[in-house]
């Protein structure tokens, strides 16, 4: 099958297992490149670049957490972050350090196609989407779609691909309470999990970064038990 899905970096320290994932992921149409060590998918990224990254949490020398977090000081490239079952801590933290997504191991490699499809094509979307929007302003704030970039005032926001999509989603609504479930699925591209924290631990990201610059001032505003709420200035 032609590799026409996206260009994919698997870095996993497991060879037998990068292999299998590599294998399946290959067959679904992606062009698949692995790395077995942090600091080795650090320069495949900055030599090569990829459309998305399945980088996993635990790894010896240089952790799945360092790599992300070094890797977010020069790329914005989509992140999904292979954790270790029931570890809600790492979990919490990869979103944090502004991993997409995450799959907790052990996953099905069905599974894994399914989340790389759906971050690729949320991202693909709002690429098409941008091509007829004009830039959306609310307040200080400016969301440009078609660049994916946002800033507040004259300083630009430095976003993860799911902080902007949520953010983008906020500001299409602004003045208006979207539901978690909402945001799940129009910036994350599906429907809320039982115990997801997805939407919570993005947007808290998105807060701090805006504080940042726009002081103690409140702009996302929690709707307790419904969602958020961008505020008109």
């Given at each position: 099958m032609a590799a026409e899905a996206g260009r994919v970096l698997l870095v996993d320290d497991d060879r037998e297992l990068s292999a299998m994932l590599g294998?399946?992921?290959?067959?679904?149409?992606?062009?698949?490149?692995?790395?077995?060590?942090?600091?080795?998918?650090?320069?495949?990224?900055?030599?090569?670049?990829?459309?998305?990254?399945?980088?996993?949490?635990?790894?010896?020398?240089?952790?799945?957490?360092?790599?992300?977090?070094?890797?977010?000081?020069?790329?914005?490239?989509?992140?999904?972050?292979?954790?270790?079952?029931?570890d809600d801590v790492d979990c919490v933290l990869s979103l944090e350090l502004g991993a997409d997504d995450y799959v907790?191991?052990?996953?099905?490699?069905?599974?894994?196609?399914?989340?790389?499809?759906?971050?690729?094509?949320?991202?693909?979307?709002?690429?098409?989407?941008?091509?007829?929007?004009?830039?959306?302003?609310?307040g200080a704030l400016a969301v440009w779609?078609?660049?994916?970039?946002?800033?507040?005032?004259?300083?630009?926001?430095?976003?993860?691909?799911?902080e902007y999509n949520l953010l983008e989603v906020l500001a299409r609504h602004a003045g208006s309470v979207v539901t978690k479930n909402d945001l799940s699925q129009l910036a994350l591209g599906r429907s809320m999990g039982l115990f997801d924290r997805n939407v919570d631990v993005h947007v808290s990201a998105i807060r701090q970064k805006l504080a940042?610059?726009?002081?103690?001032?409140?702009?996302?505003?929690?709707?307790r038990g419904v969602g958020y709420q961008l505020i008109r200035e």
């Open positions: 294998e399946y992921i290959g067959h679904e149409g992606f062009a698949v490149e692995r790395a077995f060590d942090g600091e080795s998918g650090l320069a495949q990224l900055r030599d090569a670049g990829a459309d998305i990254v399945v980088l996993d949490v635990m790894m010896p020398r240089v952790s799945g957490m360092e790599v992300l977090r070094r890797l977010r000081a020069f790329s914005g490239v989509p992140v999904l972050m292979l954790t270790a079952r029931g907790q191991k052990p996953c099905t490699p069905r599974e894994l196609v399914a989340r790389l499809r759906a971050i690729l094509r949320r991202t693909s979307a709002a690429r098409i989407q941008a091509l007829t929007d004009d830039a959306i302003t609310v779609p078609q660049r994916r970039q946002a800033a507040y005032g004259s300083t630009p926001l430095a976003l993860t691909s799911s940042q610059v726009a002081g103690e001032r409140t702009l996302i505003q929690t709707v």
